[in-house]
């Protein structure tokens, strides 16, 4: 190295350029990633959200960020429409697959009543519980 730079903590990070740097890097390297950001959410009354499902889809693969339905609405169908209408929307920007990961506690086996298989798996993460990776072929 021509100089030593310091490396330095700090609290609040620089996404647009270390987000943008990595974006740029990736998209010389393996093309266009053609990124479009996917929101749905369910709507309860007086526009409180009860729940929702974030992702975007990526070189032709969804990725199911978040996925989260209030307890009190769980098991009522809602889950699986969210699942649906991402997997929909992601199908017309061209995705032919679909990733994910999720916690022991929370929901491996509805991913995988839908399709989703395991192909990794973190043990104690956190202590006592695994964190599942899953994809399926949409």
């Given at each position: 190295m021509e100089k030593d730079f310091p490396i330095l903590s700090v609290d609040n990070p620089d996404w647009d350029t270390?987000?943008?740097g990595i974006h740029s890097y990736n998209i010389r390297k393996a093309g266009e990633d053609n990124?479009?950001?996917l929101c749905f959410m369910i709507q309860g009354p007086e526009e409180e959200a009860l729940g929702g499902v974030i992702a975007a889809v990526h070189w032709d693969w969804l990725y199911i960020?978040?996925?989260w339905?209030?307890?009190e609405f769980r098991g009522l169908g809602y889950g699986r429409?969210?699942?649906?209408?991402?997997e929909d929307k992601a199908r017309l920007l061209g995705a032919k697959n679909a990733y994910l990961d999720t916690f022991s506690f929370q929901a491996p086996g509805f991913y995988q009543k839908f399709g989703y298989q395991v192909f990794g798996e973190l043990k104690d993460f956190p202590?006592?519980?695994q964190r599942f990776y899953l994809s399926k072929t949409l």
């Open positions: 270390i987000g943008g990124g479009q950001n960020d978040l996925m339905i209030k307890e429409r969210l699942l649906e209408m991402v202590v006592g519980f």
